[in-house]
């Protein structure tokens, strides 16, 4: 029996879980959380050691002061922070509750940490999740809309998004809306539309995504105002985009109700004759992170040669005679490039196009799109600089329906190869200088489709593979003669930059002494960089400006005749350039002596 003790003692731990001793088998923790719930459930369902009753509608329910203090911040505050509920003599408190039956349920979950959804009514799930919300359950509050999001439908989809709208829950509205966009055209058309709360379905119609027919939505819009007389209605109508609809629609079908004032008319009317088409405030289908340019989402090449090759997806299959598509690169010609053309309009701020790459030709071109196939907007133009390989192009974001690529020049023919088009919508941030993408990471990579022209080395690319450490006197540097030749990288596409980072071969303490010039066509050139003296790791800031090419040249080496780099990248690695910056903000020690008190 001692002994026993003795392994008792020994195997408690200061967590309080009992471990057991040498001679047990298996057991190694108690855990009896199932049993603790039913005896709390046990409880509930008992008047026993009840010392209150909350009141809601005409159902009384017994229930312990302290659990439901210990379980909610909210019981915490009423019934010990000093108000007249708290009063020990108080025995009845009325909870102004819309649902006993949900009331009930929430009960459960306070006593066992346990509500079964599956089996519940959808109006009695969301009344408990609005006492949830009034009661302060996180946890439950983000189940309750974890589940909401995995059985949305037609049906309850607008009843959901009201509640979701109402109480600010997030993730649940974002899953709501993007479910309503998806289904705009059935959704206005629903029953459930009409029972959507003013802001809710000012949230929905203000949106670009909310893609339907403007005629249907005003519809829409007047059988919501007419079916909630008691609700305001100026807020959504102002939504509802006037200059998308015929003429004759806005005459006879607006006009008539009364729901828009004469001036509002006459702006429509003026903003549908005076502006461009490109102008109007569109919708669009919106689709993130997936290319729409593809025949799955019925989109087709409408005018160019070769047209089935740009949307088949295959973007390794090609070569000198097949693979691309194209169209000869010809000022005069009053119909020129290739014209991809989406199923719908779509939400647009991406696009990655691949142009043809099986030796080192450069590009240039830009690229327009619309909603007619007639009235054009150019969104990236690259006319003026040289680009190669796969492009991955970032504008603001816009509703099209067309696309035009229209190549201006290619350094070896007359003719412009696109091998891929790719059109999407991003969530992901991205910066612009005067249409140029402003890199955060390195882009003088394999991945962004960089390359090196001109250097000697045992691999063509050593210098822009990431490698920094695979390196020594035979290998993994790339080099020229000084005096004559130089390295160059040329990057897939202008990038507009500030920063570079470089690695000069360091297996001995040598030195080196170079210059760097950029270049956006690879002909006129500017230097941003002279340094004298350097070794290792190299660090250059210099005017932001557009770069398509990067020129190393070697001036000196204190060992031999020859320039040798490691690694290039630009922009510079953030937090080296950040260590950089501070290294220049701070004096040195000897400057210090130079310091006098003003």
Sequence with gaps: ????????????????????????????SIDHVMNLSEDFSNLLESTEYSDLVLKV????????????????????ALLYGGLKESAPTCREIELQVPSSTAFQLLLKYIYTGRIKLANMKEENLLDVLDLVHQYGFLDLETSISEYLKANLNLRNICMIYNIANLYNLNSLSATCLKHIDSNAKHIIQSDGFISL?????????????????????FTAVCNWADNNPELPRDRVIQCVRL???????????????????????????????????????????????ENVA????????????????????????????????????????????????????????????????????????????????????CIVDHSKYFCRSWQKLHFPTRVAKYFRIVGT??????????????????????????????????????????????????????????????????????????????????????????SMRLLLW???????????????????????????????????TFPKRPVAFVKLIGTHNTANEVFHCVHFECPADQEALNQYKQTLLTPSIGSLDNVKDI
């Design 294 to 377: 593809t025949s799955r989402h019925g989109a087709e090449v409408i005018h160019g040669e070769i047209k089935s090759a740009l949307l088949d997806e295959d973007v390794t299959t090609y070569d000198l005679d097949r693979g691309f598509s194209r169209h000869l690169i010809d000022e005069s010609c009053a119909n020129p490039g290739i014209v991809v053309q989406l199923k719908e309009p779509h939400i647009i701020n991406t696009i990655r196009l691949l142009l043809w790459d099986r030796d080192q030709r450069s590009y240039s071109y830009y690229i327009e799109c619309s909603m007619d196939n007639k009235d054009w907007v």
């Design 506 to 540: 360091d297996c001995d303490d040598r030195r080196y002494s170079y210059n760097i010039e950029v270049s956006v066509n690879q002909q006129n050139w500017e230097t941003v960089a002279k340094r004298e003296n350097c070794r290792s790791w190299e660090i250059l």
């Design 57 to 76: 509608e005409q159902t009384r329910f017994p229930v312990h002061r302290v659990v439901l203090a210990a379980r909610s911040e909210y019981f915490r």
């Design 197 to 217: 709360t003013e802001n809710a379905l000012y949230e929905i119609v203000r949106r670009d995504s909310f893609y339907a027919n403007e005629n249907d939505i």
């Design 409 to 498: 020049h290619n350094t070896v023919n007359r003719v412009f190869h696109a091998i891929a088009f790719e059109c999407y919508f991003t969530y992901s941030t991205f910066v612009l200088d005067n249409g140029i993408i402003v890199p955060s990471k390195n882009v003088a990579t394999l991945d962004c489709s960089a390359c090196v022209l001109e250097g000697v080395s045992r691999c063509r690319n050593a210098l822009i593979n990431g490698h920094t450490k695979n390196y020594d006197w035979d290998s993994g540097y790339t080099c020229h003669q000084l005096g004559s030749g130089c390295i160059i990288i040329q990057l897939a596409q202008p990038y507009m930059l500030d």
């Design 243 to 289: 200059p998308l609809m015929d003429l004759d629609e806005i005459l006879t079908k607006v006009r008539p109700t009364t729901l828009v004032s004469p001036d509002a008319l006459l702006d429509a009317i003026q903003t549908k004759t005076k502006c461009k088409n490109m102008e109007l405030s569109y919708r669009g289908i919106l689709v993130s992170d």
């Design 1 to 28: 029996m001692g002994s026993l003790h003795q392994s008792f003692r020994m195997s408690n731990n200061s967590t309080g879980v009992i471990s057991a001793g040498a001679g047990a088998a298996g057991v190694d």
